[in-house]
């Protein structure tokens, strides 16, 4: 049996385990370590929080150099942030981020072109990094279209690939394995582009499949999780109510029914689990993330009350259920989920 001292020292050093015990037998179990990475459209700053414990939310930040931003993502093998900002309208990487710190400046170390208009989401696959840009792509407002811009990622540069354009107005895109998904702006569309990297010049292209997604009115935001096969989507209502029209959807075993809806068809509301009404705190709900192991949904809700981070675990019946997290955040504007 391992002494009263050895065991006070094990607890006091040991921060990732959720408890110790005297008894050799009991299994200590290794709690992961959760931040949520958020942008913003007010000042461009990244917001971290830690969200282990749910019941006891901390929150660090990056102040950056950029004003605005959008599309955010974590890669811990390299400790950088990256950020589509929309002050600059390139990518910005910071490096020698520590997640676990203190709140502190930043300054760009990966550096590339400055080619969009618009950025929106930011899809990431092994070095490649996507950017939906949803300015008008053909000078003509009436037609549907927007860009996905291609980056490579090498060393500390980003370089264009290539770009595509699209046949449809874009926001939210995330990859399910090598095939993208794209929600198709100001409707409740949903879009898949098979194989998409294979795509490599810069060209026009339509998606492989669209269906619509029964009760959605505008779609922003959307998210897939592998391990469990969910599909969340954001719901921002009428665009002229950024208060209380909003709410998300839940697709559970997404795939088999993603394929078993035809090419224009509609995947009903009674398939899905749906969270809206005032109690939710969404108006414009425009990017959304998902932890599969406590069934908790993030929100970047740009809308109500000027701009909030939000969190609903209590998602299983749907409905007009109140956050079970809600802090302020001026323009929120993209979410990341990191865990370890």
């Not at 699209?166 to 990859?175: A, P, S």
Request: proline share 1%; net charge negative; with cysteine.
């Amino acid at each position: 049996m391992k002494s009263i001292k050895m065991m006070a020292l094990a607890c006091a050093t040991a921060i990732t385990l959720t408890s110790c015990s005297e008894n050799d037998n009991d299994v200590v179990v290794e709690v992961k370590s959760k931040i949520l990475f958020t942008s913003n459209n007010s000042d461009g700053n990244v917001n971290m929080y830690d969200v282990t414990t749910m019941n006891n939310v901390s929150k660090t930040s990056l102040t950056t150099t950029t004003t605005a931003a959008d599309g955010i993502y974590y890669n811990s093998s390299e400790n950088t942030v990256v950020q589509a900002s929309r002050s600059t309208f390139g990518l910005e990487g910071y490096t020698n981020v520590t997640i676990s710190g203190l709140s502190s400046n930043v300054n760009i170390g990966i550096t590339g072109s400055l080619d969009m208009k618009s950025p929106r989401e930011l899809a990431v696959n092994g070095n490649l990094y996507v950017v939906a840009d949803n300015a008008d792509a053909d000078g003509n407002t009436t037609t549907n279209d927007g860009k996905l811009f291609i980056y490579t990622k090498t060393g500390n540069n980003f370089t264009l690939r290539n770009t595509i354009t699209t046949d449809i107005k874009l926001w939210g895109i995330t990859f399910k394995g090598n095939d993208l998904y794209a929600i198709a702006d100001t409707t409740g569309d949903l879009a898949v582009y098979s194989n998409f990297l294979s795509n490599t010049a810069t060209t026009m292209l339509s998606a492989t499949k669209t269906i619509t997604i029964e009760g959605i009115v505008r779609t922003h935001g959307l998210t897939y999780d592998a391990s469990s096969d969910t599909m969340v989507l954001t719901d921002i209502g009428e665009a002229s109510n950024g208060q209380d029209d909003g709410g998300f959807q839940i697709i559970n075993n997404f795939t088999s029914k993603f394929n078993s809806t035809t090419n224009g068809g509609t995947l009903a509301l009674a398939e899905q689990i749906r969270v809206a009404g005032a109690n939710t705190l969404l108006g414009n709900p425009v990017d959304v993330a998902f932890d599969n192991e406590t069934n908790t949904v993030f929100i970047a809700e740009a809308g109500n009350g000027g701009g909030r981070i939000v969190a609903f675990n209590n998602i299983s019946s749907g409905g007009n259920v109140s956050p079970s997290y809600n802090a302020d955040l001026a323009a929120a504007s993209a979410v990341y989920l990191h865990k370890e």
